[in-house]
């Protein structure tokens, strides 16, 4: 069942939102060659519950670290570890902050030092691909049109669309319904209302769009080996489009 939030339910996500900016904000200095996904996790941690929140993700479903940590062919899901980030990784910190029993969800990849490229090119056209998707959200749209734009735009520029993980409606729950999805028809799927809350998340390959889960039942790698690019932000349906809640613009 979608969910449309009330006004009080909206500013709660605004605060769990913005908690979720500021940690990413938070982390970007730490992430360097030679720091641990763990230490990464730690400094999360800290800083969550510094901002009266709790980790979303943390014991989710088993989930055992406070944010996913994926390093260049991990798609999402990183479990956070000893692995040492290297010069020329690209790594992917999805962050996810509860306040007041509302969540926060937003994923960003990061460039560890000089990175080559192909990952520039992956990085620029994903964080692209997201937005190309937000551009659809407005009420009377289909959760099937964010889908479409972000699936011509990868297809524009050679990106794989992974099928398999999709973006979601966000509030009391980290995942709830709908599910969005990163590729579709337009048209199609349950039409937007303002209120809704949802996360668009593009997970795009530099390769195929085939994908494989670790030994570890959490880990997602794609098939090829080649790096892939995650961004996220959770937004809220209003009467004219939409307002990102895990931006820097909700509060001072």
Request: net charge negative; aromatic share 8%.
């Amino acid at each position: 069942m979608i969910s449309i939030k009330s006004d009080y339910e909206i500013s709660l996500m605004k605060k769990a939102g913005n908690i979720v900016y500021k940690t990413h904000q938070y982390l970007k200095p730490y992430v360097k060659a030679g720091i641990t996904t763990k230490e990464l996790d730690k400094l999360a941690y800290d800083f969550i519950l510094s901002q009266d929140a709790t980790p979303s993700f943390l014991n989710y479903d088993g989930f055992p670290g406070t944010i996913c940590t994926s390093i260049n062919d991990e798609v999402v899901h990183g479990i956070p570890s000893n692995r040492k980030l290297k010069n020329g990784d690209i790594v992917k910190l999805d962050i996810g902050a509860c306040y007041k029993g509302y969540h926060g969800d937003s994923a960003w990849s990061y460039a560890v030092g000089k990175v080559d490229d192909k990952i520039k090119y992956l990085m620029e056209h994903t964080e692209k691909a997201l937005f190309v998707g937000l551009n659809e959200v407005k009420p009377g749209a289909h959760i099937g049109d964010i889908g479409a734009a972000i699936e011509e735009y990868a297809n524009a520029h050679n990106l794989g669309v992974v099928r398999e993980l999709v973006g979601h409606g966000i509030g009391n729950n980290v995942h709830e319904d709908p599910d969005v999805p990163n590729y579709g028809k337009r048209g199609t799927g349950p039409v937007l209302k303002e209120g809704m809350c949802i996360a668009v998340e593009p997970m795009l390959n530099l390769g195929t769009h085939k994908i494989y889960i670790l030994d570890d039942d959490w880990t997602i790698i794609t098939r090829d080996g080649l790096p892939s690019a995650h961004y996220e932000h959770s937004v809220v349906v209003t009467k004219d489009g939409y307002q990102i809640l895990t931006g820097d613009d909700n509060f001072e």
